[in-house]
């Protein structure tokens, strides 16, 4: 009796591991990691002049995925930081365009799993808010931008991002007490696995918003 109860737990568990939602989270989980080292070396590793192209690219890549997977919070959120990214490189009057389609993918983001990837949806949307242009030019707003970038930090407090773009907007709001403090957070965060590049390049960010402080 114990043994066929040890067969169907075994037979049950092989299909579990086979079954189309174990190999769509596979496939996500491997399409969220292509993302964010592409992201990474574009960001950090890639010279200046190439940067619009390359993220430009990385989101046509984002979108396939997306279309695979049109119920991934955690895709949405990094086309969103892709999108957003492109804009900062590029700037112009293109910049407006992709502002506007990285607020709806963080959107969709929220809608589909606002606690997704620790917080993050929230906080690329605050700092979306906070950096772009008010109106009419388009849709910045730092009452807005406060709310979400408080809302990623409740999810995740001790986060490296979440406590650099508060520091940010701390910063820009003339509170660089509060910066300063929110950026030693930063710098405490416990290194993500298999996001070398991306930490290393965000504290050297932080390093230079630290000298920036009165």
Do not use: C
Not at 43 to 69: G, I, V
Not at 129 to 157: C, E, M, R
């Amino acid at each position: 009796m114990l043994a066929v109860a040890m067969g169907v737990t075994s037979v049950n568990a092989v299909a579990e591991a086979a079954s189309p939602t174990h190999d769509a989270e596979t496939s996500v989980a491997a399409g969220l990691h292509e993302l964010q080292s592409r992201w990474a070396n574009i960001r950090y590793q890639t010279p200046e002049a190439r940067r619009e192209d390359a993220f430009d690219q990385l989101y046509q890549r984002a979108q396939a995925l997306l279309e695979t997977h049109p119920d991934s919070a955690e895709l949405y959120t990094w086309a969103g930081i892709i999108r957003a990214s492109e804009a900062g490189a590029g700037g112009g009057l293109s910049a407006l365009s992709q502002v506007k389609d990285a607020r709806q993918a963080f959107e969709k983001a929220l809608a589909i799993d606002p606690d997704t990837l620790n917080g993050s949806a929230y906080t690329s949307l605050g700092t979306l808010y906070h950096q772009v242009p008010g109106w009419p030019i388009s849709f910045g707003d730092d009452d807005k931008a406060k709310t979400l970038l408080q809302n990623g930090l409740s999810i995740n407090p001790d986060g490296i991002d979440s406590n650099f773009f508060w520091a940010g907007f701390l910063h820009d709001n003339d509170d660089d007490a509060g910066a300063r403090q929110a950026l030693q957070k930063a710098l405490a965060a416990s290194p993500r696995p298999g996001r070398e590049v991306a930490d290393a390049g965000r504290r050297e960010e932080i390093q230079r918003l630290l000298s920036e402080l009165n």
